[in-house]
């Protein structure tokens, strides 16, 4: 059966401590102190794409490589370049006049507005803490009126790359909770040790495999995986060393299957899904991911479709199954 979703472990109630972030920032007039317990603790998120979504990157539905990588690789672009030739637009800026307030902001302003508010949004992840708005309109102190494009794009990050979807869970208090994607319970977050959360990197390859047919060459999830800046002895800023994520931390927590080719010589070695991905997602939530990310329908790939559609009527059977039995043993106990 599938495992229950891991849920922070915070309450509502933690919005309104007698005294809290936002309060303390409040008394000292000034966002600095906020911005400084953000970004010791982690270094500035990838920015956003100048681009046009998708632009440069292959997009044929036909491509599953294409599929899976093309809106990762746009989100994990780097902030420092995106910010190469910056400094002529502030200048453009500073002689039209234009400043935060105006209705046209330079895009490097709120990609780092979005940067600064992803490393935040982490920030209390890893802490466990619910997160505000009011905290986030100190975090974009002089951008207050574009909060709801900023944290859009900020939640949109934090679900693409890290696999982390940002939920509010107080409408009256504006709180909001961070939530493991797709049913999954790991984070590849140690415990009681600073890290970042993985989830989007192992979504990512569970994306693969399927539109690879259930199992995928160590060399097709490599062929991906560089696409998005990671690569394969080469220790990545946020995820450590990438090799042994996948085959062994990945392939430890039963999310992916690591094994070598039958009859390959020279030896060749594949991932196939885990049994603890096959009990914690579906093809279905997968593949709508993917669709997601990519600004399309799950329907736009009908073989995948198909087999998720499939795999979504045996699972509601053998649940129906299930129930069915449990309701027989209960009846003739009584």
């Known amino acids: ?128 803490e619910l997160m505000t708005k009011a905290d986030m309109k100190i975090i974009i102190k002089g951008y207050e009126e574009h909060f709801a494009e900023v944290f ?63 199992s995928a060459t160590e060399k097709e999830v490599w062929e991906v995986l560089k696409l998005t800046g990671i690569y394969p002895g080469r220790k990545h800023s946020l995820f450590g060393d990438p090799r042994k994520l996948i085959t062994q931390d990945f392939v430890k927590g039963k999310y992916l299957e690591y094994r070598q080719v039958a009859n390959s010589d020279p030896a060749q070695f594949e991932f196939l899904w885990g049994s603890r991905a096959h009990a914690e997602t579906t093809k279905m939530k997968v593949l709508e991911f993917l669709a997601k990310v990519h600004g399309t329908d799950p329907s736009s790939f009908p073989s995948q479709y198909e087999e998720a559609l499939q795999e979504e009527e045996e699972r509601t059977r053998a649940r129906m199954s299930a129930m069915a039995i449990s309701t027989s043993v209960a009846t003739t106990s009584f």
């Open 152 to 214: 859009l794009k900020a939640s949109e990050r934090m679900e693409m790359v890290f696999g982390l979807d940002v939920k509010e869970v107080d409408p009256i208090n504006h709180c909001y909770a961070f939530f493991i994607k797709l049913g999954l319970t790991y984070d590849g977050v140690l415990h009681d040790k600073e890290g970042i959360p993985k989830t989007g990197v192992l979504i990512l390859i569970l994306g693969v495999i399927f539109m690879k047919g259930n």
């Open 1 to 128: 059966m599938p495992l229950p979703q891991k849920s922070p472990q915070y309450s509502c109630d933690r919005c309104l401590p007698a005294r809290t972030v936002t309060q303390g920032l409040e008394d000292a007039h000034d966002s600095k102190a906020l911005e400084e317990t953000c970004l010791s603790s982690h270094p500035l998120m990838p920015g956003t794409s100048k681009k046009a979504p998708g632009a440069g990157i292959p997009s044929n539905p036909e491509n599953p490589q294409s599929f899976c990588s093309s809106s990762i690789a746009i989100t994990t672009t780097s902030t420092s370049e995106l910010n190469e030739g910056s400094d002529s637009q502030e200048e453009e800026d500073s002689t039209s006049g234009a400043g935060p307030d105006a209705k046209n902001v330079p895009i490097d302003a709120l990609d780092k507005m979005v940067a600064l508010s992803v490393d935040f949004m982490l920030f209390k992840y890893l802490k466990k």
